[in-house]
């Protein structure tokens, strides 16, 4: 069971729930893996961390949302078509912490020690995002709320949704891969479900655990 005193305070989470999940061909948020909502799994990760977990839905979608037995702030994104972008808005517009760290729903081996880590290596810049297998991955970043989302606002308006495209205009710390093996050394947190096969790579990984 998860102390206070393993939490981050004043971090938030913010888990994209609300994407087309095209590619996947039916709801990710609900896919099972090993009996489990896939959903749950990130979410349990992030509570580990976080004092306050936020889920965003697509719209019309918060009602169809497997049920968590511990209390959520849900959400949904208002912007259809929008990407992630429109999702952290909408995450960061109720969210009360000062730092907000960004997952989606799709990373369902997501590991509580990258949170504290990125977190904790924030300093005084807006952004801590780590870069696996030479990329960014700004869906498994912290983010300072306060001068994070007034320029999430403005590209959304303007119609610039690459989450990237923000990073331009923020102070940026970046996280190695070495880094980041120090918490997760098979880089398991940034394994995405994308594809109904990708659910065999999940359950081999979990199973191989223990």
């Known amino acids: 069971m998860t102390t206070p005193d393993q939490r981050v305070a004043g971090l938030s989470a913010i888990v994209l729930a609300g994407g087309r999940s095209t590619r996947f061909g039916s709801d990710k948020a609900s896919a099972l893996i090993d009996g489990r909502p896939m959903l749950h799994r990130v979410v349990e990760a992030v509570a580990a961390v ?30 259809q078509g929008s990407g992630p972008l429109a999702g ?8 009360r912490g ?12 997501l590991r509580p020690g990258l949170v504290r880590l990125l977190a904790g290596q924030i300093g005084e ?12 991955q700004p869906l498994a970043a912290v983010y300072r709320r306060a001068t994070c989302l007034p320029v999430f606002e403005r590209n959304l308006a303007e119609g610039r949704l690459p989450l990237l495209a923000a990073y331009d205009h923020l102070r940026v710390v ?3 891969e070495a880094a980041s093996r120090t918490v997760d050394p098979a880089l398991d947190s940034f394994l995405n479900v994308n594809r109904p096969g990708d659910l ?11």
């Open 174 to 176: 970046e996280v190695d």
């Open 88 to 95: 952290l808005v909408e995450g960061m517009r109720v969210a």
């Open 98 to 109: 000062s730092l907000c760290f960004a997952t989606s729903c799709d990373a369902p081996l």
């Open 125 to 136: 810049a807006d952004i801590c995002c780590p870069r696996v297998h030479g990329r960014l």
């Open 50 to 79: 976080c004092d306050e977990v936020v889920v965003v839905a697509a719209t019309g979608g918060a009602g169809s949302l497997p049920p968590y037995p511990l209390p959520l702030v849900v959400v949904e994104d208002r912007v």
């Open 200 to 210: 065999e790579a999940v359950v081999a990984r979990l199973r191989g655990r223990g």
